[in-house]
């Protein structure tokens, strides 16, 4: 199957990547090309075949509902790319998202 | 006494332990040799004065034991690929969205290679995120291959050497770290061992801790030894498995003695041989290595039989749906909020869209817009679930054979080195790389890579042993008999300590 400028421009909005405008046409040809070539798998009848998610059998393990790390408010916060403006480096900053 | 850089694990135990060399004296031939080695580009950091104190706590352990137990790996220098976390030390993945990232702890992995005695060199650098087979993903740029191109083909053009492990491939290659992490989603331990003559496993899904391992695709991501020999492989590799109960997929089976497996014997064993692995175009020289591997097995005592995996060529097209779905799922926690690089947008959106339009290079940013549309609605049937579908069909063929044969004897990558530049223009030339590789990362099988001949332009090629789950010590048994028999002992010429 191939993809349009626009698909392009969807998934990559889904995907919360910029992508500029010259670059769509480009990437739709590659993307494409990906997606073609993948096709091959319709080849293969997979009518009766349950999906496989993981090379494990069993089911995960549960772990015991305890609190066993944690008080590391600073370790959290320490690699945070936009310091705490409060100064208190006690939290993430982002821009304003409530008017 | 040999050039200490020249020596390997086993060897090394045996000088430590007999107290004719230090680990400081150890550790620091191998910080100067990577530091001549700069010009190859095979590391992101090197952390030599971390190296020294661990070193000398080494030694001071090793006194103090005064001939008693010491660590599997007391005293031995190692590298460290760039997607293992490792505390206060710069951890990058090969990306720019992680510029500066220091994690405040450290992977179960470097972890459990620390409490073994083991001495820390630095980071190697890799493709972006692991995704990659030639290393020029990378955003530090390609890594450069110790291994050259000689004779009448010989133009000293920059060898890739494979990836996404290309940086610790090279550093055993080249001959600045005695061992070096790895990981492996896709063929990211076995295809650079490939290409620069080393020795490289990855074990079966679970056997490594994926704990602190920065994650691309977590069904198939698993960790590995890169080695100058098997035995220095599987000593390693004991090192680093085990039970991890902080990664719910880790396996709580006993870790083997993987060395005690290295008897040398064959005989009896049943060895598969895939038609399938039969490729049209594949190089005269890769088909008659194969075939050589196939004699030295069949003369060590191993009956060869031919199998079929029918679903082979079906592997690469689906890893290609499930890698890039999981990895748009996992590279979503890179937003500039947390960690890494922020690029400031007027909202929180814009945000988020220049962050990863700036810190994404342009082989992530196709992965993670292909893994977003095959999981986006309208296409995840069509796409993710056949995908996943054909990955059961792929496994169930190893578990037909595996009831046949006790291993599986292939190449380990199509064709020898390439030059920087050669295929970054393809991405699917550059996906078939992992042809020979990627069918064991869909089964979260165990297989090994070892050096066993040079190409017509004197390049090495890798025999890969495939074995069943959970059977790594079969895994090299075979492995330690192939490499006896290839007896490979050519090393690349120094030119680097020249170049800087």
């Not at chain 2, 689906?318 to 007027?346: C, H, Q, T």
């Not at chain 2, 190409?455 to 490499?483: C, H, K, N, W």
Request: with cysteine; net charge negative; hydrophobic share 40%.
């Amino acid at each position: 199957m191939s993809v349009d400028k626009a698909t392009v421009a969807r998934i990559a909005h889904l995907a919360r990547i910029g992508v500029g405008e010259d670059e769509l046409e480009p990437l739709a040809a590659e993307l494409s090309g990906i997606l073609n070539w993948i096709e091959q798998l319709n080849e293969v009848d997979t009518e009766t075949v349950p999906p496989m998610a993981s090379v494990h059998d069993e089911a995960l393990r549960w772990r015991a509902d305890v609190i066993n790390d944690g008080g590391k408010q600073a370790d959290v916060v320490a690699n945070a790319p936009d310091g705490d403006n409060d100064g208190d480096g006690a939290f993430f900053t982002v821009p304003k998202v409530i008017e | 006494m040999a050039e200490l850089t020249e020596i390997g694990i086993a060897e090394a135990r045996d000088l430590l332990s007999k107290g004719e060399v230090s680990s400081v004296e150890l550790t620091t031939a191998h910080s100067v040799a990577m530091a001549e080695a700069q010009s190859l580009n095979a590391m992101i950091t090197e952390t030599p004065a971390q190296a020294k104190a661990m070193a000398a706590a080494s030694d001071a352990r090793r006194a103090q034991a005064d001939g008693g137990e010491v660590g599997a790996l007391e005293g031995i220098p190692l590298a460290i690929k760039d997607l293992f976390c490792t505390n206060d030390v710069l951890t990058t993945a090969g990306s720019h969205i992680l510029d500066g990232f220091k994690p405040p702890y450290e992977s179960t992995v470097t972890d459990k290679l620390w409490k073994a005695g083991a001495v820390m060199l630095g980071k190697t650098n890799m493709d972006e995120f692991a995704m990659g087979s030639s290393n020029e993903t990378s955003y530090y740029g390609p890594v450069h291959n110790p291994w050259r191109r000689q004779g009448d083909g010989g133009d000293n053009r920059n060898l890739v050497p494979g990836g996404s492990s290309g940086g610790s491939a090279t550093a055993v290659a080249g001959r600045f770290a005695m061992a070096a992490t790895a990981t492996d989603t896709g063929g990211s331990i076995r295809q650079p061992a490939s290409f620069t003559g080393t020795v490289g496993c990855k074990p079966t899904y679970g056997r490594c801790s994926r704990w602190g391992v920065v994650a691309f695709a977590s069904s198939l991501d698993q960790a590995g030894p890169i080695t100058r020999s098997v035995r220095d492989n599987a000593i390693m590799l004991g090192a680093m498995a085990g039970y991890d109960p902080k990664d719910s997929t880790s396996a709580n089976k006993a870790v083997p003695d993987f060395e005690a497996a290295l008897t040398g014997d064959v005989r009896g064993l049943k060895i598969g041989v895939p038609k399938e692995f039969v490729l049209d175009g594949m190089p005269v020289e890769i088909e008659a290595l194969w075939q050589q591997g196939i004699g030295w097995l069949k003369d060590a005592g191993a009956e060869i039989v031919d199998i079929s995996l029918p679903h082979t060529k079906y592997a690469l097209p689906a890893y290609y749906i499930i890698a890039p779905a999981e990895a748009s799922s996992n590279l979503a926690r890179y937003d500039g909020v947390r960690f890494g690089l922020r690029v400031d947008g007027s909202d929180l959106t814009e945000m988020y869209e220049n962050t990863r339009a700036a810190g994404f290079g342009a082989e992530v940013r196709r992965r993670v817009l292909i893994g977003t549309y095959v999981l986006s609605a309208g296409y995840y049937d069509a796409y993710y679930l056949k995908a996943q579908k054909v990955r059961r069909l792929i496994t169930q063929d190893f578990r037909d054979v595996y009831e046949q044969v006790d291993a599986i004897l292939t190449p380990s990558a199509p064709s020898a080195a390439f030059a920087i530049g050669e295929k970054s223009d393809d991405p699917i030339s550059m996906y078939l790389n992992d042809v020979f590789t990627v069918t064991a990362n869909l089964a979260g099988l165990p297989g090994i890579s070892i050096p066993a001949g040079l190409s017509d332009e004197g390049l090495p090629l890798g025999l890969q042993v495939l074995a069943p789950a959970f059977d790594e010590e079969t895994m090299y048994r075979i492995a330690g008999v192939l490499e006896e028999a290839a007896a490979f002992t050519a090393q690349p010429e120094k030119w680097w300590r020249s170049a800087s």
